[in-house]
């Protein structure tokens, strides 16, 4: 009865031999002694060791348990109807010379039966489905729904500003969904000819069966392998609560869920897999082959009846903890991707023409992260594709599990076309609660921080609400955007076959989080995708060059009004600076030998270099060995190394400390440092150019140098900084 219940057929010939069949007790349960005994010895024979000695006869010595014998110790389990077999809870996998044990709530050798088979002997892209739904057992989350908003004409022509409109009010959500003027309707590039009937993309096969429990199990095998060749020699000693000096919050961390290690699927156009998804979903909510006249669960489309979402959001829920059958959907990204990119028109697509505004629009996901205002620019190499949309195609119940964005910036994500997707969202002040939430489900992978960035599974709503940690929810239409901010874990999945498009980006509210997370990525020896100070630096300079502009030759544009808008001694740009300074001046101070100091002009800044111990970017300054010339490390792991004596290693810096506090200053308004700074660092040809064209070059100088009110502190010391280059 209980191998029915769990679906699952076992052969018994599989298991039986003649060794087996007239056992009279359970393998490995013969004695291992070398005496049997016959009787109980009583009165004054007990206390004559010879005596009781000769009562006895001795009996054969059994050898150890070898490796068959256990398995088939194991196996003899299946014909014992005293044991109660395949009752293991745990999983166990060694890693190194520690253990990683995941509580798992199913059976680990229980099998589903298939209710999806993908392919047949004539069409390697057809789907047969012969599970179906069971809106009796229906999950459905009871979940309050996060904020709508409709911007008019006027308020949505500016992008950035809008949402740090909304911030305050939708923050506190996780996220809020945007519904475009009604004008706003941007071709969807997806559907010319050639791309939807043409163009070829990879998918990946998803067990949603799996997404809770049984998945963790299947992969932990590929998370040891991560662990031996991605993790850097100590990142196994760290642990999730030393996070020290007071810099970021020591609970917070870094827990990113991405959707690989997927199984390959076929490759398909946008035609054939809107067909697959369409197929599948017909045949899973058809009623039991019969049709009725009508049901309340399913409403009228286009002349189809399809399930309301609600019902289709239970039946989710429902596969996910209480599963009956394997359910497999296949999902497709376009990262990377050669044939199909971006959904928006850009200056390359065919007839710009007649949509030349959607191309320049700041909603186009193609512009957002490079518009005025936005950072993530400055923080990109020319490697990095953080700043390039990427697609998501999906069909009914693929999903995207509990993560956060790298760095915990800002998304967007824009809905092409298809049937509406539904998104949960943890409020970002709620990060540090969320991942004492799978600390205690995953105990030990406290341990092993880093295995949280690959940990794909998707807890329940009802399970994090049962936990004190509040969800949200909201369902994305075509042509919707949903906003998520930064921190805030979000999930979704998709009713039916839908593209969506999703970039993310780096306004300047965003500043304090990116500042607190590059540190808590160091102390977890996690990978950065961006480099944080070339990100702040950069943004610190444009921020001066606009002051100087609207300074020296009067130009007070709306780039620059915006850039001055965060300077000032409470601007938020100068208030991240100068804490990141601070802490670069306390590393320096404690561990750096000045004689040993070098400029940092040697080092390309084109590319992008990490601490050998922590990963940890290396752009404001480097720690090398002549030992090791293309070994790195940063500031706090300089004596980890190598093993040569400390006089032997050498500091590189791009600023010296008082360079880095003139820049400082001139963000706080300072004109002798904006000056200093806009002189030597920022665009100093074309701003002179410009300054000699106006005639204003003498004025302006004079203007800076008998502005007794602004003093620089230390300008003095400008001879000891050229001394440094």
């Known amino acids: 009865m209980y191998l029915e219940l769990m679906g699952t057929k076992r052969s018994m010939k599989n298991v039986r031999n003649d060794s087996q069949e007239n056992l009279s007790v359970p393998p490995g349960f013969v004695s291992l002694t070398s005496l049997t005994l016959k009787r109980t010895v009583t009165g004054g024979e ?98 309050d729904d996060a904020p709508v908003f409709r911007p008019t004409e006027e308020e949505f022509k500016d992008t950035l500003k809008y949402i740090g409109k909304l911030r305050p009010k939708a923050e506190s ?13 941007p071709p969807c590039i997806l559907e010319d000819k050639k791309t939807w009937e043409a163009s070829k993309f990879s998918t990946h096969a998803q ?69 697959y998804a369409g197929d599948f979903k017909r045949q899973y909510f058809r009623e039991n082959d019969k049709d009725k006249d009508f049901d309340v669960s399913l409403i009228s489309v286009q002349g189809r009846r399809e399930p309301l979402i609600a019902r289709i959001e239970g039946e989710y829920w429902r596969i996910i903890e209480n599963p009956s059958e394997e359910i497999e959907v296949l999902c497709g990204t376009t990262f990377g991707s050669r044939t199909l990119r971006s959904g928006f028109p850009q200056k390359t ?84 609660k969320f991942l004492e939430v799978v600390k205690m489900l995953f105990p030990q992978l406290s341990k092993h921080p880093e295995l949280l960035r690959d940990l794909v599974t998707q807890l329940s709503p009802a399970m994090l609400k049962s936990e004190g940690i509040p969800v949200y929810r909201c369902v994305q239409n075509p042509l919707e955007f949903v906003l998520v901010f930064p921190g805030a874990f979000h999930s979704e999945f998709s009713c039916g076959f839908n593209c969506t498009e999703s970039v993310c980006f780096a306004p300047f509210d965003w500043l304090p989080h990116g500042q607190n997370i590059v540190e808590l990525y160091s102390q977890y020896c996690l990978k950065t995708s961006i480099s944080h100070d070339r990100l702040l630096l950069g943004g610190a300079m444009e921020a001066v060059s606009a002051q100087w502009e609207s300074i020296a030759i009067r130009n007070d544009s709306f780039n620059n009004q915006l850039w001055r808008s965060v300077c000032g001694k409470d601007g938020i740009l100068t208030k991240v600076l100068k804490s990141r300074v601070k802490i670069e001046g306390i590393r320096r101070e404690h561990l750096c030998n000045p004689s040993l100091s070098r400029a940092l002009d040697e080092f390309d800044i084109a590319t992008k270099r990490e601490c050998s ?26 004596k980890q190394l190598c093993s040569c004596t400390w006089g032997s290693r050498y500091f590189l810096f791009r600023y010296s400390i008082t ?24 665009r100093p040809n074309a701003l002179l150019a410009e300054m000699d064209k106006q005639k204003d070059h003498n004025v302006i100088s004079s203007k800076i140098h008998n502005d007794s009110s602004h003093k620089l502190n230390g300008i003095a010391s400008n001879d000891r900084a050229k001394n440094y280059w």
């Not at 959500?173 to 309707?185: F, L």
């Not at 936005?374 to 990109?380: E, Y």
Request: glycine share 6%.
């Open 46 to 143: 007990a206390s004559d060791p010879v005596a009781v000695a000769g009562k006895f006869k001795q009996g054969p010595i059994d050898r150890p348990l070898s490796n068959s014998d256990i398995e088939k110790f194991k196996s003899s389990f299946m014909q014992r109807p005293w044991i109660l077999h395949d009752q293991s809870d745990r999983v166990t996998q060694k890693y190194g010379s520690e253990q990683i044990e995941l509580d798992m709530k199913c059976p680990v050798n229980a099998r589903l039966p298939e209710g999806v088979i993908r392919g047949c002997a004539n069409c390697s892209n057809c789907v047969k489905v012969t599970a179906r739904w069971h809106p009796e057992e229906s999950c459905l989350p009871v979940l």
């Open 173 to 185: 959500y996780g996220m809020c969904r945007i519904v475009p003027p009604p004008s706003w309707r």
């Open 207 to 275: 067990r949603i069966d799996e997404l809770q429990n049984s998945y963790l199990n299947r992969k932990l095998s590929t998370f040891h392998e991560k662990i031996k060749t991605t993790i850097p020699k100590g990142a196994a000693n760290m642990d999730l609560e030393s996070c020290n000096e007071g810099e970021v919050d020591s609970k917070e961390a870094k827990c990113t869920a991405v959707s690989s290690e997927l199984e390959y699927g076929p490759e398909l156009t946008l035609k054939s897999f809107k067909k």
């Open 349 to 432: 697509s065919p007839n710009i023409a007649e949509y030349s505004k959607y191309v320049k629009s700041g909603w186009n996901l193609n512009n957002t992260p490079k518009l005025s205002g936005s950072l993530l620019p400055f923080g990109c190499y020319d490697t990095s594709s953080i700043l390039v949309p990427q697609l998501f195609i999906g069909m009914c119940f693929a999903s995207q599990c509990w993560r956060n964005e790298d760095h915990h910036l800002y998304s967007l994500c824009y809905m092409h076309l298809g049937e509406p997707k539904v998104y949960y969202s943890v409020p970002g002040r709620y990060c540090i």
């Open 613 to 638: 111990i922590c990963l940890y970017d290396l752009y404001l300054s480097v720690v090398y060995c002549s030992c090791s010339p293309n070994r790195y490390s940063c500031l706090r792991h300089a």
């Open 659 to 682: 360079e880095l506090n003139i820049l400082i200053e001139a963000l706080e308004g300072n004109l002798k440092a904006i000056h200093s700074w806009a002189k030597r660092k920022v």
